[in-house]
């Protein structure tokens, strides 16, 4: 068993994982800033959850304020870090973009200076699909050049994937950056379209369809990506090449322990699939409100996950009709609705 520091633990993925690894008996430190970018009750709810167990222990604070990070590590002295805490939504960053940088950058940073002060076996960090920007080929595969972000919210994850690789070159850090697909399921962000879509729904309210329904998303089940984050932390940590060589198709660094590694269900589905696919759950049609595209949004995203089942011999695979269902039978019965 390991001690596991998680960033963002109150948020939805940090949430499924830490309960993850906790049911297989590791030692959980979650840190989380419990900003109210989306309601903060919900947050205080997963973290109630997670404090259930008696091997999880829990840090409010910011990722920039680094010596209140620093304070926890010390204190846990973790063996493994994955770091999923950031400012998300690719809109929001239009509005708010200094949140951005101050999160998913300087708060990053400080991340990373954790994971060398103690010398970890591995840090596993989030980036996001956002990364490939303008990339017009699909699937979106790790080797493609992500030189292109639409939005500031994907410059910052770029960002990160450029420092995550300075530090492992530098330090011999084994790093693994994950890009992470529109990942839905139960306790989900309200910010997301699934949630907004099936409040607005069971509410009697339109939903609003941008890019006139005429976008496609590859949507990665939570329970199914988190799975596969345990798998890489312990089943493909990085090591640097003693030749410089790198296997064909493998993200791998020819100088430094890091990889890139996409975690999406390999299939790219029509929005407006995926909103029939909640109107079968509610069993409610829903008004739509059709709009144009917003800007930094991008028509289409799509996983190649054949490094993921490579390296761990694991690929999502939950359809959408049964991922959404889920989320729905969760969203009724914790708004009791």
């Known amino acids: 068993m390991a001690r596991v520091l998680i960033t963002g633990t109150a ?9 993850l690894l906790l ?11 419990m900003t109210d970018y989306y309601d903060v009750s919900l947050k205080q709810a997963r973290h109630a959850r997670l404090a259930r167990h008696a091997r999880f222990t829990a840090t409010e604070a910011m990722l920039e304020d680094q010596p209140a990070l620093d304070r926890a590590a010390d204190a846990f002295a973790p063996e ?10 690719v809109r929001y960053s239009i509005e708010n973009p200094r949140a951005y940088l101050d999160s998913n950058v300087i708060g990053t940073f400080n991340v990373m200076e954790a994971a060398r002060r103690h010398g970890v076996q591995h840090l596993l960090m989030a980036s996001s699909s956002s990364v490939y920007g303008a990339n017009s080929a699909v699937p979106f595969r790790e080797t493609d050049k992500a030189d292109t ?13 450029s420092m995550g690789h300075a530090y492992a070159h530098i330090h011999g850090l084994p790093t693994t950056m994950f890009r992470f697909f529109t990942v839905y ?10 949630f907004k879509f099936v409040k607005a729904t069971l509410e009697g309210r339109p939903i609003d369809v941008y890019n006139h329904g005429n976008m496609q998303r590859d949507f990665t089940y939570v329970t199914d990506l988190v799975r596969a984050v345990r798998l890489l932390m312990t089943d493909a940590v990085p090591q640097t090449p003693a030749d410089g060589q790198v296997p064909e198709g493998d993200s791998l660094s020819p100088v430094a322990p890091f990889r890139v590694v996409n ?6 589905v029509r929005l407006m699939e995926f909103i029939e696919a909640i109107e079968a759950a509610l069993g409610v049609k829903a008004e739509r409100n059709y709009m144009d595209m917003q800007p930094g949004d991008v028509p289409a995203t799509w996983a190649d996950a054949t490094l993921l089942e490579r390296l761990t011999g694991y690929r999502p695979q939950t359809d959408i009709r049964e991922g959404v269902a889920e989320f729905v039978r969760w969203y009724r019965d914790y708004y009791k609705v």
């Open 11 to 19: 948020g939805f993925i940090g949430y499924h994982l830490a309960l």
């Open 23 to 33: 049911d297989e008996g590791h030692d959980v430190l979650g840190y989380d800033g």
């Open 80 to 89: 493994i870090v994955v770091h999923l805490a950031a400012q998300a939504g």
């Open 149 to 161: 972000p639409m939005s500031i919210y994907g410059a910052t994850k770029k960002a990160d994937e």
């Open 185 to 194: 399921g139960p306790w989900g962000r309200p910010d997301m379209a699934l």
């Open 263 to 268: 975690i999406g269900n390999s299939r790219s």
